[in-house]
């Protein structure tokens, strides 16, 4: 396994990035370079008995079809090959979906090359590939989960209630609850989500679908 020959693909739509990127893995003994491809299109093109190709290095922000995209058209079509996600990229968000759509791991375009070597050649071999940048952020994302606050179906109800023009006493009498017992409503929705206002309860339910309009 230490000699094995490792084929890979860079997809990347900067011309000089993507080819000082080939030249500096080149100098890998043990990685080959099959093509380099600007985007998802591009890709699919070039990918096309490319049956050694063990790897994909692919970047997000691409024109035509982007990283996710091609990522989630390489696990539907070729599921054999791994994908490896390089980006400028270090939010949350740009990481998790690079994930789900179906790549190993992901690496900053900033990393040491011996980083990246060691990165590829863990994806290949293990599947995956998880740094302190994927999992502080996954670790983030499941804390920022955790933290969601959870509401009864009476609170719901009284959220919903909370949209219309009714005033608490009326909102009180059409849920078949005393107004004592709708104010515990409000206070505990406001302690839940630090909301000051009947305002603020509905803004928060519309964004978060628990409102219908």
């Not at 990522?71 to 390089?86: C, D, F, G, S």
Request: aromatic share 8%; hydrophobic share 40%.
């Amino acid at each position: 396994m230490e000699n094995e020959i490792l084929t890979i693909a860079i997809v990347d739509d900067h011309t000089l990035f993507r080819s000082g990127l080939a030249s500096l893995l080149s100098e890998f003994e043990e990685i080959n370079i099959a093509f380099e491809a600007k985007n998802g299109i591009d890709l699919q093109e070039k990918i096309k008995n490319k049956n050694n190709v063990k790897l994909v290095l692919m970047d997000i922000n691409m024109p035509l079809m982007d990283g996710y995209a091609t990522t989630k058209w390489m696990r539907e079509n070729y599921p054999q090959i791994h994908v490896l996600a390089l980006s400028m990229f270090e939010d949350e968000k740009a990481i998790i979906g690079m994930l789900k759509a179906g790549a190993g791991g992901y690496l900053l375009k900033e990393s040491k090359p011996s980083e990246l070597l060691t990165a590829i050649k863990t994806t290949i071999n293990k599947g995956f590939y998880v740094n302190e940048l994927v999992s502080g952020r996954l670790l983030f994302s499941l804390k920022q989960e955790d933290t969601k606050p959870i509401f009864s179906e009476k609170e719901l109800i009284f959220l919903q209630h909370c949209s219309s023009e009714l005033t608490y006493k009326e909102i009180a009498f059409l849920m078949n609850v005393s107004p004592r017992t709708v104010d515990n409503y409000r206070e505990s929705l406001f302690a839940k989500l630090n909301i000051k206002s009947r305002t603020g309860l509905v803004v928060y339910g519309i964004k978060n679908g628990l409102i219908t309009i």
